[in-house]
């Protein structure tokens, strides 16, 4: 999900643009396209003519997603919620991980700026300790990952932000449980 | 958030649906989908990417809405199919107004009996094909527009058997078809 702003926008976020608003969709759809996406690039990536529109609907679907963790992160939170459940089909399981990273780093970015986030910050936790404990490895290998990246992205802006410092903490305890797991 | 939690885990395209409306959409989002849908069942069938039944689900829920929005909305689809094959469109659009004027005449087609009521609309479709056989120029377009017209005029030569007041309407198709080339 890239915050770098895309060059076409497909996508768009509660109406920020002239795209196809993500906040109207329900979170199958969200994931259809996403889904439908990657697919696509992936057939490009192995050969399939190079088609710009695909590339920038990829981008764009990413910065509308980016956006909205950073405009209203419960409406993702929620997201994740319901696509961390271990009933999920698996591909949408991982969608819910790669939205829990986005909004972590998101919302790492929103702290940065001075907005106070830790309420959603530390509600995310739980939905880390339920990844730990889905019975699919490849959601777990998956999630364990993003973590990883996650817990080392708070842990070293802890050392200038001390307000990261809780959520680098609990981060951590999932981490080591995790491993114990 | 507590309707996200409500959302039926349904994907469909439609007026009449709940999901995202063919007919609201930006023509450019429409194509963008369109062309993401394609390539992502090219994946599929090239065996590059898993099956994938979202890939089809996507993929009819799009074409179904195509064909609910020409029998609802006839005008507003045969407007975007006209302007996707206009001369000054780059081939992928040009090729996706083609793949509409296709979805749009056959669903006409496949409406059994057909509703002669429309027959503005039955009428139109020889000298649709007629113009695009002119006005296509990129070879690629060109191939993959017969191949639509023809799927068009076999339906209505099949079709024009047990329905007679659509005889003249194929006998034409079958002319531009046989034309194409030539043209």
Same mark, same amino acid.
């Given at each position: ?14 109406? %920020? ?16 396209l ?28 990413g ?14 939170n929620?997201?994740?919620d ?36 830790? !309420? ?20 777990? %290998? ?17 050392? %200038? ?13 999932? !981490? ?6 | ?7 039926a885990? !349904?994907?469909?395209?439609? #007026? ?29 069938d090239?065996?590059?990417? #898993? ?38 469109? #780059? ?20 409406? %059994? ?63 531009v ?7």
């Amino acid at each position: 999900m890239s915050s770098m702003e895309p060059s076409a926008q497909i996508f768009e976020f509660r109406r %920020e643009g002239h795209g196809l608003d993500i906040a109207k969709m329900t979170p199958y759809q969200l994931f259809v396209l996403d889904r439908m996406s990657q697919l696509a690039l992936t057939a490009m990536d192995m050969g399939a003519p190079r088609e710009n529109m695909v590339k920038d609907a990829a981008d764009s679907l990413g910065y509308a997603i980016g956006r909205a963790c950073i405009k209203d992160p419960d409406w993702v939170n929620a997201l994740v919620d319901h696509y961390t459940q271990s009933h999920q089909p698996q591909a949408q399981q991982l969608f819910g991980v790669s939205l829990l990273e986005a909004l972590h780093n998101a919302l790492m970015d929103n702290e940065a700026s001075g907005q106070d986030s830790r !309420k959603v910050l530390m509600s995310m936790p739980p939905a880390w300790r339920r990844l730990s404990q889905a019975p699919d490895p490849a959601v777990r %290998e998956s999630a364990y990952q993003s973590l990883c990246s996650v817990a080392d992205l708070y842990a070293r802006g802890s050392v %200038e932000q001390e307000r990261f410092v809780y959520v680098a903490l609990a981060l951590d305890a999932v !981490k080591a449980n995790w491993q114990n797991t | 958030m507590s309707d996200v939690q409500q959302s039926a885990p !349904k994907f469909e395209f439609g #007026p009449n649906g709940v999901g995202l409306n063919v007919l609201e959409m930006p023509p450019h989002e429409l194509f963008v989908l369109h062309r993401v849908s394609a390539l992502a069942m090219k994946a599929v069938d090239s065996g590059v990417a #898993p099956r994938d039944p979202v890939v089809r689900e996507f993929t009819e829920a799009l074409t179904g809405a195509l064909v609910q929005a020409s029998l609802e909305n006839p005008g507003r689809v045969y407007g975007l199919a006209t302007s996707y094959t206009a001369p000054d469109q #780059p081939p992928g659009e040009q090729l996706f107004g083609v793949k509409l004027f296709e979805l749009f005449h056959t669903s006409w087609l496949n409406c %059994e009996p057909v509703n002669l009521d429309v027959g503005h609309v039955l009428a139109g479709v020889p000298s649709t094909w007629g113009r695009l056989s002119r006005t296509l120029t990129n070879p690629q377009v060109r191939a993959g527009a017969y191949e639509s017209l023809q799927a068009v005029a076999s339906l209505y030569d099949r079709v024009s058997l047990d329905q007679g007041e659509l005889a003249p309407a194929a006998v034409a198709l079958a002319r531009v078809e046989e034309n194409w080339h030539t043209a």
